[in-house]
């Protein structure tokens, strides 16, 4: 009995221990809500500016309207001036007042600060009122799809909204009134204010003048090709900072399509960051710096930029023949080097480089470029791309992939990728962000450059921008020149493929490109998905390239240089 007893006290005693001591918080918690009623003091969300503090994102001041029915004391009276003032029926606003069920009922959302302040001069028992800001976007569609948007709680959704939430949304607080247990207010008890922590600001990477330039060019040639999508990323190449993320089509912010859920997630996603694509011939950029690369470092298999290519249309692969776009009639692409395979983008030539490569030499490159990767960019879902596993990589496949086909690529991953290959060879993650700073402008976080690894040397970086210049200046991408400037690029147009067969009479159009060529400081890739009637990226993506070029000369005044020669 001794020991019984002894099990028991000590049973208690733990008991006692458990409830005094680890339940404690729980239980003050519960008591302190069993006696009070909260109204939420909602925190100011963050806002969200460009690069030269530009609102991009704010807030407007709105108000929610509450009842807690228990404390309601004139139903009817209260019913009449509330449905004046809110625009609902009578009827409606009653019920709500009347409905004990709950401890506490919306009588409406997003009011504005003069119908509050008639509601508060009238003093309605059981009525209250608590700041609920709604979020506007000054410049309504630009950059959509990087922005993002809230939900109805003012939560992160999407883009940048969604992935600094924590930054942006701050912590809210509350009004702690004594009640009795059903929710009645005790006549002359003080209430308890537990103030909300505002959100932080954003200070982006984006340009807002760049931003809207490249919609502004990219919104004609949606339009004027009869388009299926229009796309253009600019980066500064020296650290990657992303100045303009364009997708076409888009909508407006302030009206955002919530009842069509496919449409809405249709133009809400980021196709610069989540969607892939062949590149083309784009990538040959990439191709050529491999091999000027290996050249460099002497590697006797790798084709020297002074190597002549054979002037044959056609290689033949494993049994798969590749064509050059051009028929080569009357001499063309006869006796090329490297420089006038990039000027008109002959195909075999970058066959034949990638073959001297071999796929361990040419798919380190790509690991280099960061293929296959995500690259690190501060936003959500992003792609890291398709790339053929090396150990089941054929010969046709590694010829395909030397020109741009047999892979898929985000447009962010292939920007990334011509902006190291040109800026001496860093590779930097790219960055939407520049500081998380609060409203008396201190800063609480620096997002700095963040150097990832070395691609290629400065060397074939000057040499392969020299020849890029050449297809700006003589090649394909004249339709990008620009007079007093030295701009530089390569053009591609990549055929799309349907359930894994060509799509007849659909392409990509695309360019890539840069200036100044000598030291890279804005670059900008052009993408029009599915353009009708002319498809040649030569003709519909270079043309859009040296629009926004022109813009950014006119925003930034640059003056003119001398062209290379």
């Not at 600060?113 to 003093?123: D, L, P």
């Not at 490569?357 to 293929?371: I, P, Q």
């Not at 040499?463 to 390569?490: C, F, H, N, P, Q």
Request: some cysteine; glycine content about 8%; proline content about 4%.
């Amino acid at each position: 009995m001794l020991v019984a007893i002894t099990f028991l006290f000590c049973i208690f005693l733990m008991r006692f221990f458990y409830i005094q001591v680890i339940w404690e918080d729980e239980l003050h918690y519960r008591a302190i809500d069993q006696w009070t009623r909260e109204i939420p003091v909602n925190a100011g969300r963050g806002d969200i500016l460009d690069r030269n503090g530009e609102l991009l994102a704010g807030n407007r001041l709105n108000y929610s309207v509450y009842a807690r029915a228990n404390a309601v004391t004139d139903a009817e009276g209260s019913a009449a001036l509330l449905s004046d003032l809110l625009g609902d029926s009578f009827e409606n606003v009653l019920a709500k007042l009347t409905d004990k069920r709950k401890s506490e009922i919306v009588l409406r959302r997003r009011a504005e600060k003069e119908t509050v302040e008639r509601i508060a001069a009238n003093e309605l028992a059981g009525v209250y009122y608590a700041r609920n800001d709604v979020r506007v976007y000054p410049h309504g569609a630009l950059a959509e799809q990087t922005l993002g948007f809230t939900a109805f709680d003012r939560s992160g959704t999407t883009g940048l909204e969604q992935y600094y939430n924590d930054f942006l949304a701050g912590k809210s607080g509350e009004i702690l009134f004594e009640t009795d247990l059903v929710g009645v207010d005790l006549e002359g008890a003080t209430a308890a204010y537990i103030p909300a922590t505002d959100g932080l600001n954003l200070r982006l990477t984006l340009d807002y003048r760049i931003q809207a330039l490249a919609e502004e060019v990219m919104g004609r040639a949606l339009e004027e090709n009869a388009a299926r999508a229009a796309r253009c990323v600019v980066l500064d190449p020296r650290d990657f900072s992303v100045l303009a993320m364009v997708n076409l089509p888009s909508y407006d912010l302030n009206e955002i399509p919530r009842d069509d859920l496919a449409s809405l997630n249709a133009l809400s996603r980021n196709s610069l960051v989540s969607d892939v694509y062949e590149p083309g011939s784009t990538f040959k950029i990439v191709t050529a710096a491999a091999t000027i690369e290996e050249y460099l470092r002497g590697n006797p298999a790798a084709l020297a930029p002074d190597h002549v290519f054979p002037s044959s249309r056609t290689r033949t692969v494993d049994g798969t023949t590749i064509r050059c776009w051009s028929d080569h009639a009357n001499g063309k692409h006869a006796n090329q080097t490297l420089a006038e395979a990039l000027n008109n983008s002959c195909n075999p030539c970058f066959v034949d480089i990638a073959l001297a490569l071999g796929k361990e030499t040419f798919y380190r490159y790509l690991s280099a470029f960061n293929f296959g990767r995500a690259t690190g960019v501060d936003f959500s879902g992003e792609s890291i791309g398709m790339l053929l596993p090396e150990s089941t990589l054929r010969d046709c496949d590694l010829a395909r992939v030397g020109f741009g086909q047999s892979i898929a690529v985000t447009p962010l991953q292939l920007a990334c990728a011509a902006a190291s290959a040109v800026n001496g060879g860093f590779y930097y993650a790219p960055r939407l962000v520049k500081e998380i700073f609060s409203d008396d402008g201190s800063v609480r976080e620096t997002i700095r450059p963040s150097l990832l690894k070395r691609t290629v040397s400065e060397k074939t970086s000057e040499v392969l921008s020299g020849m890029l210049e050449g297809v700006v200046r003589d090649g394909s991408g004249k339709k990008a020149y620009i007079e007093g400037y030295r701009v530089a690029g390569k053009t591609g147009t990549a055929q799309k493929y349907e359930n894994g067969r060509i799509a007849q009479g659909k392409y990509v159009s695309s360019f890539v490109g840069y200036f100044p060529a000598d030291a890279p400081e804005y670059l900008a890739l052009v993408i029009v998905d599915e353009p009708q009637g002319s498809y040649y990226g030569s003709t519909v993506a270079a043309p859009c390239a040296r629009e926004i070029f022109e813009g950014i000369i006119k925003i930034m005044n640059l003056s003119p240089v001398e062209a290379s020669r």
